[in-house]
């Protein structure tokens, strides 16, 4: 069983930058695909990255070039650097892992496991 743990959330301007970090529990994290996702009151769960185990990664297309994810199993984190926020950006973030072997997933189904999210909030 693996848990996630989220940090790095806050308040930013608009055009300012956050540094989302996840930690994994266990010893084998370096075979799980990671993605971020992001829920803002009122909607549904929505896809935000994700990086495979070798490294590859996905974006959706609202922050295609603004976001980056990273991973580094050595620490079993990983990471999302957020760039040029905007207010629509404002939501809780999650963590998720993927144990399967399969391709990355895109969809909250994909994920095995969730952390309890960071609240990121971007004033305008």
């Known amino acids: 069983q693996v848990q996630l743990v989220e940090s790095g959330g806050g308040w930013v301007q608009a055009g300012g930058s956050l540094r989302l970090s996840c930690a994994a529990s266990?010893?084998?994290?370096?075979?799980?695909?990671m993605g971020w996702f992001r829920q803002a009151p009122g909607k549904e769960r929505e896809f935000v990255a994700a990086i495979s185990r070798s490294g590859g990664s996905d974006y959706a297309d609202s922050v295609n070039g603004r976001f980056t994810i990273s991973r580094d199993n050595a620490k079993n984190t990983v990471y999302l650097q957020m760039n040029s926020l905007k207010p629509e950006d404002t939501a809780v973030y999650y963590c998720a892992a993927d144990r399967s072997l399969g391709p990355m997933p895109t969809t909250t189904f994909g994920y095995d496991y969730w952390g309890q999210g960071t609240q990121v909030t971007v004033s305008s």
């Open positions: 266990g010893r084998t994290f370096s075979i799980y695909a």
